[in-house]
């Protein structure tokens, strides 16, 4: 991961272009390992762990009852929150991961592992559905990962 992380801080700043994260199931993953590099503030400008459905709606502007209607895990609340967080912060990219990683909180339909990762760059907004296997720390790290994925195919 920390490899990833230094092709997108080398991008970044020879692209000049900037960064904010909303984060949900992550809980400030994406953060810690976008910030662990040195100089990582020529592009990170945010990073808000919006984990609590409240904290959706008072922090990032998603309406609750939006969240209410998709589900706070769901394609619809991660590009709201790609969105807001790239607007809050004024930045080039906006990251928003919501999911559900366990050990419980999952259904038939949205089972433990599910999560959706979205990158908006003010044109467009892109998300992806995953579904990790394992325990907690294994589903927040493999989300991580394809949060820097995703923001590395985005430039």
Do not use: W
Not at 103 to 108: R, Y
């Amino acid at each position: 991961m920390t490899n990833l992380a230094k092709i997108i801080h080398n991008n970044l700043l020879k692209e000049n272009k900037t960064v904010s994260v909303a984060e949900s199931c992550t809980g400030g993953l994406i953060a810690k390992t976008l910030t662990g590099i040195p100089g990582s503030s020529g592009y990170f400008i945010l990073g808000v762990v919006a984990y609590s459905n409240e904290s959706k709606t008072k922090i990032l502007g998603i309406p609750a009852e939006l969240i209410a209607k998709k589900g706070a895990a769901s394609r619809t609340i991660a590009e709201k929150m790609a969105d807001a967080i790239r607007r809050i912060a004024k930045t080039d990219y906006g990251l928003g991961v919501t999911g559900i990683a366990g050990p419980s909180g999952g259904f038939s339909q949205k089972p433990v592992g599910t999560v959706f990762i979205a990158i908006s760059n003010g044109k467009k907004t892109i998300c992806k559905k995953f579904l990790f296997r394992g325990k907690r720390l294994s589903i927040r790290n493999q989300a991580c990962f394809n949060s820097l994925k995703l923001l590395r195919s985005s430039f």
